[in-house]
């Protein structure tokens, strides 16, 4: 049996890549199941869960691309789990349903920038990977549905960040309908970010990947914290201090220190690759 996954990265900027890459400091992890539509079962949710693990833990990564082979991203829970699932009691479906929470929080929580990649359907606990990265490219004829009450059940440990990704507004509609949307709609609810032609989605993916590794990796990690750090917060002294302490730590630091000089000085940063 193929593989679910296949993990490569091009190493750190600095280094020579054993793997003949050309050292730019990017993981890809990549959904190989094509044949059964990338769909989900418990060890595709264990294998990817250490999988982005081991980019958080890898210091030659600096930025995590989630992208998929076949006709769809992912077509949510495999037939053969879902009757696994049908028998299972209600503690060992909590323990099941953990596992998936662990995997998306895994994704959310990491520091490192992450690109979604989208180049057919996302349904379901795929709808959840898109949302837990940051940035989402898709093609389009990429389309996306929250399927779940379909079968009776609900999107529940995605819900966090899909509701964060598209709003409660859209979220009431399309939990409870389980419509598919295109993606252009899915850009205009915020779930994407880019759409693009099919022929060029791995062209438009290379120019973010571009964009991203222009800019200072310090501060590209310090800038997704700060997100999460003021998102929903009350602007007062407690959370002004918080926001002077962090842009002071980061003029500080040897990197600040030098993104300003280069500017100053009209030259490319250290880090660049220009």
């Not at 389309?143 to 379909?150: A, G, N």
């Amino acid at each position: 049996m193929q593989e679910a996954l296949k993990i490569s990265i091009d190493e750190g900027r600095n280094k020579e890549s054993s793997i003949g890459s050309d050292g730019r400091g990017v993981g890809y992890i990549t959904l190989t199941r094509g044949e059964i539509h990338n769909a989900f079962d418990d060890q595709l949710i264990a294998d990817l869960t250490s999988a982005f693990a081991a980019m958080q833990n890898n210091d030659d990564v600096e930025i995590v691309v989630l992208n998929a082979e076949g006709k769809s991203f992912s077509a949510g829970a495999d037939l053969n789990w879902m009757r696994r699932m049908a028998d299972y009691s209600w503690q060992e479906n909590f323990q099941d349903s953990q596992a998936l929470a662990k995997l998306m929080n895994t994704i959310y929580s990491m520091t490192k920038p992450t690109v979604c990649v989208v180049q057919g359907a996302a349904y379901g606990g795929g709808v959840g990977l898109v949302a837990c990265c940051d940035i989402v490219i898709a093609s389009e004829r990429a389309s996306f549905c929250l399927s779940e009450v379909k079968l009776g059940l609900i999107p529940a440990v995605i819900s966090p960040y899909v509701v964060k990704a598209i709003g409660e507004r859209q979220a009431q509609r399309y939990f409870l309908t389980a419509e598919r949307f295109k993606a252009n709609q899915a850009k205009a609810f915020g779930l994407v970010h880019e759409v693009t032609a099919e022929d060029e989605l791995q062209n438009k993916t290379n120019e973010i990947i571009a964009t991203l590794l222009s800019n200072g990796p310090q501060a590209v990690v310090a800038a997704k914290d700060l997100i999460r750090a003021v998102e929903g917060k009350t602007i007062n002294q407690e959370l002004m201090d918080e926001t002077a302490k962090r842009i002071a730590d980061i003029r500080a630091s040897e990197q600040g220190k030098e993104g300003l000089n280069a500017f100053l000085e009209k030259r490319p940063a250290n880090w660049s690759k220009e």
